[in-house]
Each structure stands twice: as C-alpha cells, then as structure tokens.
C-alpha cells in the first residue's frame, strides 16, 4: 500500500511519514502542490494525504484538477482548525474525507484504514485458525498448506467452528447453521460428521484441533 503525503511543514510531514512507515506503508513525501499533481497523475497511489494550504499551487486546485482527469485515488484533507469553509470546499471539489489539524496519529490511521478499506473490499477474508485457512471465496479449507477435502456439510461445520475459535459451538448452533434445525438430542447426525471431519481434519497432524465437549458439543482450538 503506497500512500503520497504531501505536506509543506516539515514537523507534520515528518510524524505522519515516520508513524505510517511504522505501520507497514510505503510512503512518498512531497511538499508543494504542483509537484504532488505531477505525482498523482504519473503513479497509482492508494491514498493521498492533502494540506491544503500548499506553496505553488493549493490543495484545492489540486483536488479540482485530479478529479477532472477522473482519477480516482482516495483523498484525505489535512485542514486547519479555523479553516471550516475550507474542508467543506474541499469535500464538494472531490476530497473523500477531511481531518482537522492537530490530530492524533490514531485519528489518522482510523481514517486511513477507513478511505482504503474499498481497494480491498474484493479481497475474500481467509479465516485463519492456527494451522487451518478457510477461504470463503473458492471455499477452499488447508491445513498446514494441504488442501483438504471436504463436503458442504463438513465444510459448514468447520466454518462454524472457525469462527468460533476457543468457543464451544453447542450441538443446536451446528444443527441450525448447517442443516438449518435443531436436531433431537438423541440424534448422533453430528457427531458422525464431525468424526468424519476429524478423519480429514485432525488425522495425520498434531496438535488434534477439534474437541469434543462432552455432552455440550464442540470446539476448535486456536
Ligand atoms: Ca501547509
């Protein structure tokens, strides 16, 4: 994730750069508004930080023009505190959000996360438990790497199991999210998929991930 920072204050740009490079973004500086338009038109950056009082050429203008250009990246404004009519300029000229000077770096990255949180929306979230992954988009299930195979009721359970890990997952929540009832207490339908997904599971590795609690139901451990 590359963020451009453009910033004229020396002090500022230099706690934004240093605490997100921290956090595990590459960062570009640049401190006048002409060269971060020559920037954002030349590279696909996922974010921008904007201050909007900037020699050369001022924040706004720079808004105007990458918007005209239909670029897309998201914008964030850095505005004073006076500055109301700035920000809401801002906004109405294509700024995704605003952030009011002086803010806390946990402001900052909140906002971040926030205004970034499109560009990965595609991303499918892979559960990880330990050494299990479950990837709901291709509904593949690893353990330790190996894919293993599973049938849609097994996979419904260790689903279930996943995102409940630690917790005990009690006979009527399995009957219900995978058959969609709750089952006779007497019924030992679950405790039969669950042996068989244990088999391809459990079988072969060690630490064994799924508990029985007995008389309740069952639990994955982290
Ligand atoms: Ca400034």
């Known amino acids: 994730m590359t963020i451009l920072v453009v910033e004229d204050e020396p002090t500022i740009a230099s706690f934004i750069e240093k605490g997100l490079k921290l ?12 060269t971060a338009l ?19 050429m001022s924040g706004e203008e720079v808004i105007t023009s990458v918007r005209e250009q239909h670029i897309t990246t998201p914008i964030l404004v850095l505005t004073a505190k006076t500055m109301v009519d700035d920000k809401v300029t801002a906004l109405d000229n294509g700024a995704d959000d605003y952030l009011t000077k002086p803010f806390s770096f946990e402001e900052l990255l909140a906002r971040i996360r926030a205004l970034t949180r499109r560009g990965v ?32 009721k097994e996979y419904a359970i260790i689903e279930l199991l996943m995102r409940n890990p630690d917790r005990v997952c009690t006979r009527n929540m399995i009957g219900e999210h995978v058959w969609g009832f709750e089952f006779d207490m007497m019924s030992n339908v679950i405790d039969v998929h669950i042996a068989r997904l244990r ?7 060690n630490p064994k991930l799924i508990r029985t609690i007995r008389d309740v139901g069952y639990r994955l451990q982290k």
């Open 23 to 34: 956090e595990g973004f590459a960062i570009q500086t640049v401190t006048d508004g002409e």
């Open 38 to 56: 020559d920037m954002i038109e030349s590279n696909d950056y996922d974010l921008v930080i904007l201050d909007l009082m900037l020699p050369k």
């Open 121 to 152: 929306v595609l991303e499918p979230n892979v559960l990880k438990v330990g050494e299990i992954e479950l990837n709901p988009a291709t509904r593949e299930v690893k353990r330790s790497g190996q894919l293993l195979t599973l049938t849609k």
């Open 199 to 205: 088999r391809k599971v459990d079988k072969g590795f």
